[in-house]
């Protein structure tokens, strides 16, 4: 059973009235929310969730997810993606497998959105299919092989 975590870093507390027409209407709550609903229909033993737009309470959760037995964690680092090593490293550190979302096609963006710090790494990224992409997500972590312990 999964144990899941998911993340959402900078300027995603203003989801819902931040630039609706990349991100859409829908606020951060509704998002958590929808993602619970999901993971009650499938097999998540625990799922939790963390908003900062702090680089460094962001690493300090994903260090803090080891210690609860997360088995896979959903992350959207916001502009993080593109510039923290650090965040690269929390989660390689704590070796826990993640899904890397975003809500719009960074690839279809500013060039400086291109490159993410993550990808590599990540077991699978999402880009470009809205809020709905967490869901997509949660569903994945939760029916994946990849996301037991
Ligand atoms: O699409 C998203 O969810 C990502 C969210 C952000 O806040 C941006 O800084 C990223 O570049 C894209």
Same mark, same amino acid.
């Not at 989801?15 to 993602?35: F, H, I, K, M």
């Not at 709905?132 to 994946?144: E, H």
């Given at each position: ?55 460094? #309470? &962001?690493? =300090? ?8 037995? @997360?088995?896979?964690? !959903?992350? +959207?680092?916001? $502009? ?5 090593? #650090? &965040?690269? =490293? ?8 993640? @899904?890397?979302?975003? !809500?719009? +096609?960074?690839? $279809? ?27 997509? $997500? ?12």
């Amino acid at each position: 059973m999964a144990n899941i975590l998911l993340i959402n870093g900078p300027n995603l507390n203003l989801l819902g009235t931040r630039e609706p027409a990349v991100y859409g209407s829908d606020t951060l709550a509704d998002v958590v929310s929808n993602c619970k609903k999901g993971a009650q229909k499938l097999d998540v033993k625990a799922f939790s969730d963390f908003q900062s737009n702090h680089e460094g #309470a &962001i690493i =300090d959760r994903i260090h803090q997810a080891r210690d609860e037995g @997360v088995t896979g964690i !959903i992350i +959207n680092p916001g $502009a993080f993606t593109h510039t923290s090593v #650090a &965040i690269r =490293d929390a989660l390689l550190g704590v070796d826990i497998p993640f @899904v890397e979302l975003h !809500i719009s +096609n960074v690839h $279809a963006r500013e060039a400086f959105r291109h490159h993410s710090y993550l990808s590599d790494k990540a077991v699978a990224v999402i880009a470009g299919l809205g809020v709905k992409g967490y869901d997509y $997500a949660v569903d994945f972590v939760a029916t994946s092989p990849k996301f037991r312990r």
